[in-house]
């Protein structure tokens, strides 16, 4: 084994996906998977995930565990949702090693236009669903003494707000707030949460969110002049889920925008 595979190693880890239908997150688990990690995509579209499911398999062929990917239904609202999701990932595959929090909505709107209940489901989607998740899955590895690895999908917009995003803007600072504070919280029990937070990256969601003004005002805000590419997340998360790469990092906001987060002028 080479120095660099010594230290990423995660082969025969097993990592749930929530959120892993999406576009961020399911290259996350292809690259995971291509890593030899064996990933359960969870979610509640069951179309989206037999494509996503399709594309990681397809991956076996240049090796890695993309074979034993597989997809489970869950409703992130339920807690008995994610109680059941835990139940068939462990009764499957054995064991959990690797958490990672990814679903998440948008709508904009001007401030004085939100309805509170929209405000209210942004806020339950992206902050709630990840706090409760932490929580079920967090009691299982505090429980059964297991080192794990938690990441948590933040966003920019938790940084520094984007216009007419108000509630996502404040779920995602909301879940960088908490993820430090689950991370102090386990740090003891080798239990490491992290914050992974992209800048700018084509997907379902922004598009619905972004107009033209918007996508030419990104482009000339980010250093690097391009938004991300869905692939461009997988050395981090392999990073933050090696147990030996990432051995220290917890409480982390890792940041990911082309520079967005570092410009001014
Ligand atoms: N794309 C970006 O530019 C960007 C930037 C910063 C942060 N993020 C964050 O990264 C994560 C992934 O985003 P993406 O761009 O891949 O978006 P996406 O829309 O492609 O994926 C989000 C996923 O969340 C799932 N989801 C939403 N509500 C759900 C619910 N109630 N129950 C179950 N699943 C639900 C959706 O089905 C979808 O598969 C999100 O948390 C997003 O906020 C994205």
């Given at each position: 084994m080479s120095y660099i595979?010594?230290?990423?190693?995660?082969?025969?880890?097993?990592?749930?996906v929530i959120g892993g239908t999406g576009e961020l997150c399911s290259h996350m688990a292809l690259g995971l998977a291509k890593a030899g990690v064996e990933v359960v995509l969870a979610g509640r579209n069951e179309d989206k995930a037999e494509r996503r499911i399709d594309m990681i398999q397809a991956s076996a062929l240049e090796g890695g565990a993309?074979?034993?990917?597989?997809?489970?239904?869950?409703?992130?609202?339920?807690?008995?949702?994610?109680?059941?999701?835990?139940?068939?990932?462990?009764?499957?595959?054995?064991?959990?090693?690797?958490?990672?929090?990814?679903?998440?909505v948008n709508t904009t709107k001007p401030l004085l236009e939100i309805p509170t209940e929209d405000f209210q489901t942004i806020l339950d989607i992206n902050l709630t669903a990840t706090f409760q998740a932490c929580q079920v899955f967090g009691q299982y590895f505090l429980e059964h003494g297991t080192p794990a690895s938690i990441i948590n999908l933040g966003s920019i917009a938790g940084i520094t707000p984007v216009s007419n995003s108000f509630a996502y803007?404040?779920?995602?600072?909301?879940?960088?707030?908490?993820?430090?504070?689950?991370?102090?919280?386990?740090?003891d029990n080798d239990i490491r949460v992290n914050s992974l937070i992209p800048g700018f990256f084509p997907s379902e969601q922004n598009q619905r969110a972004l107009d033209e003004a918007h996508i030419l005002e990104i482009l000339r805000k980010t250093p690097m002049s391009r938004f991300g590419d869905s692939d461009e997340l997988i050395g981090a998360t392999l990073l933050l889920a090696s147990a030996r790469a990432g051995s220290f990092i917890t409480g982390s906001e890792f940041v990911i925008d082309g520079g967005f987060s570092s410009a001014s002028i």
């Open positions: 595979d010594k230290l990423y190693d995660l082969e025969g880890k097993v990592a749930v993309g074979d034993k990917a597989y997809f489970v239904a869950t409703d992130l609202m339920e807690k008995g949702s994610l109680y059941a999701l835990l139940d068939i990932v462990i009764e499957r595959s054995g064991k959990i090693d690797i958490l990672i929090n990814g679903a998440g803007s404040a779920s995602k600072a909301a879940v960088h707030n908490l993820t430090k504070n689950f991370a102090r919280e386990w740090a």
